[in-house]
């Protein structure tokens, strides 16, 4: 016969304590999940580590800005897609659209990213007519090229020729027999063959006065001639002799000229030489 032992009061509120602890483990877990998350809560990352992070993500979304930007590029620059098919001229003038498409037939099939300013210009350089051009694509095959040309301001005729020269005393374009009727219409004074021919520095003297006219007055004269740099005369159409002198102040004298040609004063009427030499004190006679 076993005996048994009343249990004390401290034993039985032990294992109550125990059984009370075991019957809570759940809540006892889950209060223990958010003191963790309070304790991540109470000491966030450090400011160096946020900031690497976010270094890295910035440089992620540039790579692949750079990546989809090189695409674009790439396509643009090598598509069979957008090759130059057409190319339209405008404002040329001496440059005819035969010659132009002549030299510019190597553009043809290529892609147009590839085709720069310098490009056109290279084609076009052996024609001195052009003074520069702007090109221009057009999506999806065609190249716009502005052509900017020097101007005429006197012809030469030699022979059955008509030789046009731009300011510079250059030679900008020649027109055959066949060709006489394009080269009417233009503000070019006739310069004799000999005066071009014989003395070079004269005859850029004489081109270098005919530039300093504005257009209507350079339509007003019907030819240029000189005997030295300092006897430039011009034949106005009405048959009036102007003495222009050298090419100096050549703005003052452009500009009493057109005073004198648009003037109503009867005093310039019936003369038949206006000498501006001095366009300070201008005399008739």
């Known amino acids: 016969m076993r005996l048994r032992h009343p249990r004390r009061a401290s034993d039985r509120a032990t294992n109550g304590d125990t059984d009370r602890a075991t019957d809570g483990g759940t809540l006892s877990e889950a209060e223990s999940d958010r003191s963790a998350e309070e304790s991540l809560l109470d000491f966030p990352e450090p400011a160096a580590v946020t900031g690497r992070r976010r270094r890295r993500r910035r440089i992620l979304t540039a790579l692949i800005a750079l990546a989809v930007l090189l695409g674009v590029v790439a396509t643009l620059y090598f598509s069979p897609l957008l090759v130059v098919r057409a190319i339209a001229l405008q404002d040329n003038d001496l440059l005819t659209d035969q010659r132009a498409q ?3 037939a190597p553009l043809h099939g290529t892609p147009l990213a590839q085709i720069s300013q310098r490009d056109v210009e290279g084609l076009l350089e052996e024609e001195r007519a052009v003074d520069e051009v702007i090109v221009a694509a057009r999506l999806p095959e065609g190249l716009d090229i502005l052509v900017i040309e020097h101007p005429p301001v006197a012809e030469v005729h030699v022979e059955e020729e008509i030789l046009f020269y731009s300011q510079e005393g250059e030679l900008i374009r020649t027109f055959d027999e066949d060709q006489r009727e394009d080269a009417q219409g233009y503000a070019t004074p006739v310069i004799s063959a000999e005066a071009a021919l014989e003395n070079e520095s004269v005859f850029k003297t004489i081109v270098s006065v ?64 206006l000498d501006i030499s001095t366009p300070s004190a201008p005399v008739t006679r």
């Open 102 to 104: 002549e030299l510019l």
């Open 210 to 273: 005919l530039g300093q006219l504005p257009e209507g007055a350079r339509e007003s004269l019907d030819s240029a001639t000189a005997e030295s740099r300092d006897s430039v005369q011009l034949e106005l159409q009405d048959g009036r002799t102007v003495v222009w002198g050298n090419d100096e102040r050549g703005d003052e004298k452009a500009a009493v000229l057109e005073a004198i040609l648009g003037s109503p004063a009867e005093e310039f009427d019936g003369v038949e030489v």
